[in-house]
């Protein structure tokens, strides 16, 4: 999971952020309510950790505001010191999902930003694949690198997700082939070089590394590492 943790107070913070990156998530921290706005604008999260009391604003109008955009619908849990069941409405209210009393126990907050994550992938029956700086949200079907569209035809869509889900690992042309054309090997095509080329003018030409990358006579892998 990619965590946005908006929170004023550098212990609460780095707490939660070093939680978070020791079992296996991608904390990114920012200590005001406008840092918080500006960067869930920018990127993509797959959850949102608020604070209640920020130095420029408040965790509701944060709150208020991440619902005013149409579409935003990632989870939010409101941390809150005050605990008085006033607060803790008026943040539900505002769009948040969950909230947890100060101090609370790192576990409890993991376990129920698990719990939300669950029920938004339950929810939209899709995942998310990354790799590096390459995204895509196949619900929307939406490809970014960092953090820029990139448009892709049907096609070039279905032949990066494969490699995304194979990313590491080595694919054939057959593989390919049989799995995105549905056609077998023993038909004479070069199909899949012409839409590798594609692929790589649009995803890997206008960055500074190369994700594609060509395995002489077994076929492509899509990794961050560079293959000698
Ligand atoms: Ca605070």
Redesign the pocket.
Known sequence: MKVLIV???PNVASFIARGLAEAGHEPHMVHTGKEGLSLASSEPFDAVVL????PDMTGLEVCHQFRDRKGYDTPVIMLTALGSTEDVVKGLQTGADDYLVKPFKFRELLARLEAHNRHRKAHYGADALKVGDLEIDTFRRIVRRDGQLIRLTAREYELLVYLMRHAGGVVSREAILASVWGMDWDVETNVVDVYINYLRNKVDKPFPSKLIQTVIGMGYILTEEEIG
Do not use: W
């Not at 604070?51 to 920020?54: A, G, K, M, Q, V």
């Open positions: 929170e004023d107070e604070d209640l009391i920020l």
